[in-house]
């Protein structure tokens, strides 16, 4: 199996100046931990992520209503390609220790796969089970 067909195609996105209150809000409203920072052109910019909203705004004492996306949002960010197989995609999320991967195509988000959308084939049962290991690991591996 690939990346495309278990990928979650409608992503909810958010621009890199809009405000942290825009974005918390519709984390809110879609129940989300993270949203994908595109240009209008929709090249992925960047994650803004729960914990960065936590960290980077609200312990540091900002007003989320004047403080933009771009100033808490996470840059470097890995991606997957709608091709790649779902075992690189598990490969990948355990090296960065993270649950959801951007799906780029053409230099473009083409979607969102998460460590819950890699457990649909079962064959990967294994792999997935030693990624949420790696991702939950605090102390980080080096391979």
């Known amino acids: 199996m690939q990346v495309k067909d278990v990928m979650t195609k409608e992503v909810i996105c958010v621009q890199p100046d809009e405000t942290v209150a825009v974005a918390s809000r519709l ?4 129940n989300l931990g993270v949203l994908a920072v595109c240009s209008p052109d929709g090249k992925l910019r960047g994650m803004v992520t729960d914990r960065d909203v936590v960290l980077r705004c609200v312990a540091a004492d900002e007003d989320p209503a004047e403080l933009k996306v771009k100033q ?3 840059r470097r960010v890995v ?4 091709e790649d197989s779902l075992e690189t995609a598990s490969k990948r999320m355990a ?6 991967l951007p799906v780029e195509r053409d230099g473009r988000l ?9 457990t649909r084939a079962p064959e990967l049962r294994m792999e997935v089970a030693e990624a949420l290991c790696d991702i939950c690991d605090p102390v980080r591996k080096q391979k």
């Open 27 to 30: 984390m809110a409203r879609h």
């Open 72 to 74: 808490v949002m996470t």
């Open 79 to 82: 991606t997957v390609d709608p």
């Open 95 to 100: 090296a960065q220790q993270v649950r959801r």
């Open 110 to 118: 083409a979607g969102m796969v998460s460590l819950a959308d890699l």
